[in-house]
């Protein structure tokens, strides 16, 4: 196994924490192009060449330390939800520092990264999707947050930062260490997970419109109430949804705007987020086919409008077999008996470089299962696990 150092892991990883520490257990504040996330960005940049390695900052603010020639990639992302755990992408950010010290050390092609925008303050996992060809800078540039700043505003902050582009051909492949970010690892008392494949997702938005009017004066019979509609459409999908999904599929209204939005007015008009995810394309599409219909139906029913929106379409990613391999048998190696092969049901920059190379997920637990959240948190132990099992597989995929 390549000389990594646990003390040293942890010690930056905690280092880390520090740019936007929120203050509130290891909870961080650091979205993408704010001053900790750029702050850290630049910390980071300059513990890569320290080790050796060539630091790049490329035009969205994806900071690299590069080795000579070709080389395996692992690393993950920096920035945070609004309300961000310590350990969402840094795990993997600081694990690829780690690894790629330990690479010049041993003599072993290996290279870091952290992407921008991951979290998606922008758009969804925005830096590599550019990066990788799935989306242009252009569109990129015009994508906006919630108070408006595009992101050709933000990646400006960084623009005096700017090195250069990295050419996704130097790669052999690409591996991210994350927490896992749901119960299953934590409540089974294991220590890794192997992912065998990032989920798919499917996401739009729904409007229905009906009758804004008086509250105490419109009888129940006279109503086109649009929030009705959508209660009515949330229980349809939920009995329709049964036959089709199974104990992996998942979906989520997140958000709903209804207006105008007062105590006293019948709602006239009412638009909600529905998404969701699985494993399996065919049941992704079917899933969609009960949705449109079961809207439409809904609008029917009531004499409601019905706007739906383009739809975000992401499909399932397998991971390289053979990189899947060496992550479970340097698992059994580091933690016999205690390892799972599983699905993750995040996105994940992996999915991103997905289309440019082969890529691979290791996970390690989630206390309680919490992550997006300042109570994200995994035990000190099963960190080291992880850099260890990483450390050995990244070894032989490195060595081929």
């Not at 993950?76 to 690829?96: F, K, M, N, R, Y």
């Not at 041993?106 to 590599?128: C, K, N, W, Y």
């Not at 051909?169 to 690409?174: E, K, L, P």
Request: net charge negative.
């Amino acid at each position: 196994m390549i000389p990594v150092d646990p003390d040293r892991f942890l010690a930056d990883l905690h280092h880390l924490r520090s740019f936007g520490a929120a203050g509130t257990g290891k909870g961080v504040v650091r979205q993408a192009y704010s001053e900790p996330d750029i702050a850290a960005r630049e910390w980071l940049a300059a513990q890569y060449a320290e080790a050796g390695l060539d630091a790049v900052i490329d035009p969205v603010g994806t900071v690299w330390g590069l080795a000579p020639g070709t080389s395996l990639l692992v690393g993950s992302h920096s920035d945070t939800q609004p309300e961000g755990g310590w350990l969402d992408g840094a795990l993997g950010v600081i694990c690829g520092l780690e690894l790629a010290r330990a690479g010049v050390q041993a003599g072993l092609p290996i290279s870091a990264v952290s992407f921008q925008d991951e979290e998606g303050r922008f758009g969804v996992m925005t830096g590599s999707r550019v990066w990788s060809g799935r989306t242009t800078l252009a569109e990129a540039d015009a994508l906006s947050d919630a108070k408006g700043l595009s992101f050709a505003e933000g990646r400006a902050k960084m623009a005096h930062l700017v090195t250069g582009e990295v050419d996704p051909a130097r790669f052999s492949g690409f591996v991210e260490c994350h927490i896992e970010q749901g119960p299953w690892l934590d409540e089974a008392d294991e220590a890794i997970g192997v992912v065998t494949d990032i989920v798919g997702i499917r996401d739009l938005t729904l409007t229905f419109s009906g009758e804004q009017n008086h509250a105490g004066t419109t009888p129940m019979h006279r109503r086109r109430d649009a929030l009705t509609g959508m209660l009515r459409f949330q229980a349809l999908i939920e009995d329709r949804f049964r036959n089709v999904v199974t104990p992996q599929s998942v979906w989520t209204t997140g958000h709903v705007d209804l207006y105008p939005g007062s105590h006293s007015i019948v709602p006239g008009r009412c638009s909600f987020s529905m998404q969701w995810r699985d494993g399996d394309t065919a049941r992704l599409d079917r899933m969609e086919e009960i949705v449109r219909v079961s809207a439409a139906e809904v609008a029917a029913d009531t004499g409601l409008g019905l706007e739906i929106s383009e739809m975000l379409a992401l499909d399932p990613v397998p991971m390289d077999a053979g990189f899947q391999a060496a992550l479970a048998a340097a698992a059994e190696a580091q933690v016999p008996g205690r390892w799972r092969k599983m699905q993750s049901g995040a996105l994940h920059d992996a999915a991103s470089l997905s289309r440019v190379m082969p890529v691979a997920m290791l996970f390690v637990p989630s206390i309680n299962g919490i992550s997006h959240d300042f109570a994200e948190d995994t035990a000190e132990a099963d960190l080291v696990a992880g850099l260890r099992v990483l450390a050995q597989a990244v070894e032989k995929i490195a060595s081929r």
